[in-house]
């Protein structure tokens, strides 16, 4: 565990001051969120601080290119669990390339356009995360007296957090989604060095579901994508005008939730809902949730608190009081909830919330991510016929769909990335403090985001599928999927495979005649 490869535990009095919670902090890491923050709470800006290694086994080019974006001197680490290459964020494509070894496209190759999947920023609770137990978990310390350290606590709640922010993002969003504009800009110059062009030629859509921070999301995109100010001006049903300075504009659109079999699948299958709610596909959450593991975290928090035998916490208040530590310090930086937890009691709880997001949006059941077929489908005829709108000189059309964490955790399973080799359930948490196979906290932060980035090479070949390249970023890292052994893989090679990977795709056999309009 990052702990002990850090040695911070033992330097630092307390966990209060330890930086797992500093969300906002340069020396954040992936490292350093492991074990301890729940993927639906990481922010983005602290998970993608890459670590460095030093290994013999980088190549001298790799390691002249990190020297030059990074104070250390060191090779890329290669994520133990997804086998991420951890390269510097902000570099260009052209330096990606050749940090990978695959320095011959740089050359030959330009980026024509992108198909981004983003989700929103660092956001506010909703009420029904905590406020139906708090309170009652509030009037336990209040008719009692817990020992005095955390006597405070009878009076905290969530007093920083104004009800009318319930849902929405924060400010420490708007600097995450924007610091990935930066990033994009500087990574792909030519897609968005004339605003006008890029506003113009490009579309944006959010899911309706949740799409207030969606959209303020996208705003945020927008204005750092096309280096102007921006702001949402008028709303119409399904679509909202974005005006930005000089007389420029774009258009957010959204379809009704009851009609959206691209974004919103999973939100209409009758018989998914069905198949849930008869089958349990909770099971292996309610089985850990009800288990020693848990009952330990409960024991270890009432021990804090010196609360008595029979005022002891029940497993829901435990997983709200780990769930406001994880809020508040996604948000302000610290909590003081998270002083009742050590670093293992975390651990227990993010494999909790892991294994919620395990068995509803991801590798759990496969209608999880089959719902997501027609998504795929979207992505694959995109890359075919912006190769074609290229081939023919057209104006690209780049596409951006604003979504949620459980949208992007389903189209990383559809795509075939990270598949665990065995399930993550309540009888294999892993013990000695090693870490299991699938965590959403290096998947889905805060902020996350896949991208297809289509490249043209070679400009003067015959065969227009030869002549396109693919480069697929999880949250700004190179990633691979299916046959492609590349990590800029071959246009063909990659649609062949994502064709593959969506059949067959017919959600009215899935969900029903009835579940779509």
């Known amino acids: 565990m990052v702990f002990r490869q850090l040695n911070i535990m033992r330097s630092l009095p307390s966990l209060y001051y330890v930086g797992v919670f500093a969300i906002l902090s340069g020396w954040s890491t992936v490292s350093l969120i492991d074990g301890i923050l729940f993927s639906k709470f990481t922010s983005y800006e ?54 990978m070894n695959e320095d011959h496209l740089v050359a030959r ?50 007093e920083r957090r104004l009800r009318n922010d319930t ?19 500087t ?21 309706n579901k949740a799409h207030e921070r969606l959209k303020a999301g996208a705003v945020e995109l927008i204005s750092g994508l096309s280096d102007l100010s921006c702001r949402e001006t008028a709303e119409e049903d399904s679509l909202a005008w974005i005006s930005c ?45 009800r288990g020693p593991k848990v009952r330990e975290v409960k024991d270890n928090v009432a021990r804090r608190l010196h609360l008595r035998r029979m005022l002891e916490i029940s497993a829901d208040e435990v997983e709200v009081l780990a769930l406001a530590c994880a809020y508040e310090s996604a948000l302000f930086e610290d909590s003081g909830w998270c002083q009742l937890f050590s670093a293992e009691d975390l651990r227990v709880m993010e494999y909790l919330s892991d294994l919620h997001e395990y068995w509803t949006s991801s590798y759990g059941y496969p209608v ?31 596409v951006f769909k604003f979504v949620h964490s459980s949208q992007i955790q389903s189209l990383l399973a559809i795509l075939g990335y990270g598949q665990p080799i065995e399930d993550i359930r309540a009888d294999n948490y892993p013990k000695n403090g090693e870490d299991w196979t699938y965590m959403f906290s290096h998947l889905t932060p805060f902020g996350s985001n896949v991208i297809f980035t289509l490249f043209r090479c070679n400009r003067h070949s015959t065969n227009t599928r030869d002549d396109f390249k693919v480069l697929i970023t999880l949250n700004e890292q190179p990633i691979k999927v299916g046959p492609c052994e590349e990590y800029f893989c071959d246009l063909g090679t990659l649609t062949s495979y994502l064709e593959s990977r969506a059949r067959p795709c017919d959600l009215y056999e899935m969900c029903g005649p009835d579940s779509f309009v």
Not at 73 to 98: E, F, H, K, M, Q
Not at 380 to 390: F, G, P
Request: aromatic share 10%.
């Open 245 to 289: 300075h000089g007389n420029l504009s774009a258009k957010l659109t959204w379809v009704p939730l009851a009609e959206d079999n691209l974004l919103g699948a999973k939100y209409n299958c009758k018989r998914v809902r069905t198949f849930k709610m008869e089958n349990s596909s909770n099971g292996e959450y309610d089985q850990f949730k």
């Open 167 to 185: 849902g929405f993002i924060s400010q420490t969003a708007r600097m995450e989604i924007s610091g990935v504009a930066s990033r994009l800009r």
């Open 368 to 398: 999880n991510y089959q719902l997501y077929c027609h998504l795929l489908e979207n992505i694959t005829s995109y890359l075919n016929l912006a190769a074609d709108e290229a081939q023919r000189n057209q104006i690209p059309t780049r």
């Open 109 to 158: 190759c330009q980026p024509v356009n992108l198909y981004a999947t983003v989700r929103h920023g660092t956001r506010y609770p909703d009420e029904e995360n905590i406020e139906a137990t708090f309170p009652h978990f509030l009037a336990k310390l209040r008719e009692n007296n817990i020992v005095r350290r955390f006597s405070y606590l009878k009076n905290k709640l969530f």
């Open 187 to 207: 990574r792909f110059p030519s897609l968005f060095d004339d605003p006008a062009d890029f506003l113009n030629s490009s579309s944006f859509q959010c899911t």
């Open 46 to 99: 602290a998970s993608y601080n890459v670590p460095r290694c030093v290994s013999s086994g980088c190549s001298s080019r790799s390691r002249r290119m990190l020297e030059e974006h990074s104070d250390e001197s060191s090779c890329p680490l290669v994520n133990r669990y997804l086998s991420l290459d951890g390269i510097p964020r902000g570099i260009s494509w052209t330096d990606i390339a050749r940090i």
